[in-house]
């Protein structure tokens, strides 16, 4: 078969499937779960690798997670399809359940397509035409949320990492892995998707002011007041703002976990968290350096101590435009002419950024839905463009990547340079992850 042939059995064999790709999405969206305890979501995607692929599925990859190998005999580029598995916290949304776990960032979306393009490719048996191996992995934990539970999971020494990919690279998932590829959902108006986003990378940080206590009341000049030491802290970081170079988009947006015990007492352990954001590798730390400045500063001014845990974020995503190519004319094949953006500006962050600086990557957003991630207003309104346009297309270039003796896959990584090997890549992780 020549590929457009290939091309058209993927396309009719999702859409005889598209009810099936639907059900899993829609099921795993009215079952959420926060990162590493993603164990109902891995079990029904398992099932499905099992029952409906017939595919041998590695399960607990970290922690939670599954693999499924396809094409594995065959010689050539090796190809992974990635979904997210976990929920995030959104407690005022109408479909959030009792602990306010919701799928609020449509992860549940990209699991179901690419489960989707899973069957496209397997079912339709056009892997057999193709000259390279297609993995399919559901990732756990990209929320970085929970630190405290993560935390915990790292001195029982079930992670080193607190994202998913993370973890997924440290233990070895994608070193025999050339090209991954992934996508995410977002409202886009009038626009039904987009190729080639730009995103901010991270410092997490969870902050400690130890101050002293005594009676708020009767002798709070005894006392030394945590929780101003924290409103300073951040008044601090609010008046470095302009100083941060437009281009860098830093953003610190920090929470008060911790502010005290009980309102009679002065203050003494007040907990805060935050992620420092920006560009570029070198605005993250910049910024992360002078942030830390701010917040003992904070201390100083009221004589309390501060404590600065640094974890390992994420990565600001890369774009390689030869696979943003490839995935817009398939796009625009399966009706999407003049509907696809190319390029955009997102100050959020994705650990796939880790992988894109070891690999080439593919991470488009697909609309279909409708509110902005995270909030009460994010809906699904058009399920097939939500989940099965990305199936396709995703499949589809598989396809054109593996076809001809995976010329097109053979020509990206042999102009390819990754910008950390997995061994830089991990000891920039480590020089990441200490206190102050």
């Given at each position: 078969m020549n590929?457009?042939?290939l091309k058209?059995l993927?396309i009719?064999t999702?859409?005889?499937n ?6 899993i999405?829609?099921?795993?969206y009215k ?5 590493y305890?993603?164990f109902?979501?891995t ?10 692929l ?18 594995s005999?065959?010689?050539g ?33 990209q699991?179901a397509?690419?489960l ?11 892997l ?9 992995m ?13 935390e915990?999971?790292?001195?029982e ?17 994608f070193?025999d ?5 992934m996508f995410?959902a ?8 987009l ?10 940080k969870?902050?400690?002011f130890?101050g ?9 000049h ?6 101003n ?6 008044n601090n ?15 610190f947006h920090?929470i008060i ?7 009679n ?13 920006a560009r ?13 400045k701010?917040?003992m500063?904070g201390?100083?001014?009221?004589g ?5 845990t ?13 696979l943003?190519?490839?995935?817009k ?8 002419k003049?509907?696809?953006i ?24 697909i609309?279909g839905?409708?509110?902005a991630?995270?909030?009460?207003d994010?809906e ?7 989940y ?7 499949a589809?270039?598989?396809v054109d ?5 995976a ?19 991990l ?9 102050l």
């Amino acid at each position: 078969m020549n590929k457009e042939q290939l091309k058209s059995l993927v396309i009719k064999t999702i859409d005889e499937n598209r009810e099936k790709i639907l059900k899993i999405g829609q099921g795993i969206y009215k079952n959420p779960e926060y990162g590493y305890k993603e164990f109902k979501t891995t079990e029904a995607v398992s099932n499905f690798f099992e029952q409906e692929l017939n595919l041998s599925v590695e399960k607990n990859i970290a922690v939670t997670g599954c693999k499924a190998d396809a094409n594995s005999s065959k010689k050539g580029p090796h190809i992974s399809i990635l979904g997210e598995l976990d929920g995030i916290s959104c407690k005022e949304h109408k479909d959030a359940n009792e602990i306010g776990a919701s799928h609020t960032c449509g992860h549940n979306i990209q699991i179901a397509g690419m489960l989707g393009a899973a069957v496209g490719l397997v079912k339709s048996g056009v892997l057999e035409h193709l000259d390279g191996k297609v993995s399919f992995m559901a990732t756990p934990a990209e929320e970085f949320i929970e630190l405290e539970y993560r935390e915990q999971l790292k001195k029982e020494g079930k992670i080193t990492y607190f994202g998913g990919k993370q973890e997924l690279i440290k233990r070895g998932y994608f070193d025999d892995i050339d090209i991954s590829m992934m996508f995410h959902a977002s409202d886009l108006g009038e626009d039904k998707a987009l190729v080639g986003p730009e995103s901010n990378g991270f410092v997490g940080k969870k902050v400690k002011f130890i101050g002293k206590e005594s009676h708020a009341g009767s002798a709070p000049h005894d006392g030394i007041n945590a929780l101003n030491a924290a409103m300073l802290a951040i008044n601090n970081v609010n008046a470095l703002r302009e100083t941060f170079k437009e281009s860098e988009r830093v953003r610190f947006h920090p929470i008060i976990t911790k502010g005290g015990d009980i309102v009679n007492v002065v203050p003494a352990d007040v907990h805060m968290e935050s992620y420092v954001r920006a560009r570029t590798i070198n605005g993250m730390i910049d910024a992360n350096e002078r942030i830390n400045k701010a917040l003992m500063a904070g201390g100083m001014a009221v004589g309390a101590d501060v404590e600065i845990t640094e974890i390992p974020g994420y990565l600001p995503i890369l774009r390689y435009k030869s696979l943003d190519n490839l995935f817009k004319n398939n796009l625009e094949d399966l009706g999407l002419k003049g509907k696809v953006i190319d390029g955009g500006d997102f100050t959020g962050s994705f650990d796939f950024g880790d992988v894109s600086h070891i690999m080439p990557t593919l991470h488009p957003m697909i609309g279909g839905v409708k509110g902005a991630l995270h909030t009460r207003d994010f809906e699904i309104v058009d399920e097939d463009l939500a989940y099965i346009i990305p199936a396709k297309a995703m499949a589809l270039t598989v396809v054109d990547l593996l076809f001809d003796n995976a010329k097109d896959a053979k020509d990206i990584l042999d102009t390819f340079t990754p910008v950390m090997t997995k061994e830089e890549y991990l000891t920039f992780l480590e020089k990441h992850d200490k206190t102050l």
